[in-house]
T-cell receptor
């Protein structure tokens, strides 16, 4: 039984560089979510997919951020022209639509440091 | 505007005693409430949830109470164990179907259980 996995676990990048993170959800889950967590705060919703369709994006998701889930399985989150304010933990979660779909299961996160 | 608030940033309790964590919310559209536990360098782990139509849900050592009129919920852990030392997040999911059950989190409460 594999949970949600994320890669890489840590990323250090220089300001202005592009970064891409990957999330592999629990295999039978059709919903996938991205959240961002900064120090001392709870996770904040960024975007979510049902299968391959991106159905909602937060105002937090500036136009430098893009997320994809091309075949309804894994997802990628790309940040272009990174800024120091992008330094955070990026969390991916998955769930089943309907029923107990509100129960989301999180991966270990990718910690991004922008220098 | 913080829709979910955890007003106690930290809590210290003796092993074997009860831990009580509190959470307040403002959005009356929230229909499910969840508690997550988070260890350092890991993603949040789902603990227990409660529907807005109930006032109590119990799972082993964990009980969640919901007071809708006060827009308040609490998590009771009894007896507390040293392995319960972690950050606990309260989260809420709203009824808007298009939102795909996105979660709104509180800021967390750090619990320390002393042996």
């Amino acid at each position: 039984d594999t949970g949600v996995s994320q890669d890489p676990r840590h990323k250090i990048t220089k300001r202005g560089q592009n970064v891409t993170f990957r999330c592999d959800p629990i295999s039978e889950h059709n919903r996938l979510y991205w959240y961002r967590q900064t120090l001392g705060q709870g996770p904040e919703f960024l975007t979510y997919f049902q299968n391959e369709a991106q159905l909602e994006k937060s105002r937090l998701l500036s136009n430098r951020f893009s997320a994809e889930r091309p075949k309804g399985s894994f997802s990628t989150l790309e940040i272009q022209r990174t800024e120091q304010g992008d330094s955070a933990m990026y969390l991916c979660a998955s769930s089943l639509a309907g029923g107990r779909g509100y129960e989301q299961y999180f991966g270990p996160g990718t910690r991004l440091t922008v220098t | 505007d913080q829709q979910v608030k955890q007003n106690s940033p930290s809590l210290s309790v003796q092993e074997g005693r009860i831990s009580i964590l509190n959470c307040d919310y403002t959005n009356s559209m929230f229909d499910y409430f969840l508690w997550y536990k988070k260890y350092p360098a890991e993603g949040p782990t789902f603990l227990i949830s409660i529907s807005s139509i109930k006032d109590k849900n119990e799972d082993g050592r964990f009980t969640v109470f919901l007071n809708k009129s006060a827009k308040h919920l609490s998590l009771h852990i009894v007896p507390s164990q040293p392995g319960d030392s972690a950050v606990y997040f309260c989260a809420a999911s709203d009824k808007i179907k298009a939102a795909g059950n996105k979660l709104t989190f509180g800021g967390g409460t750090r619990v320390l259980v002393k042996p």
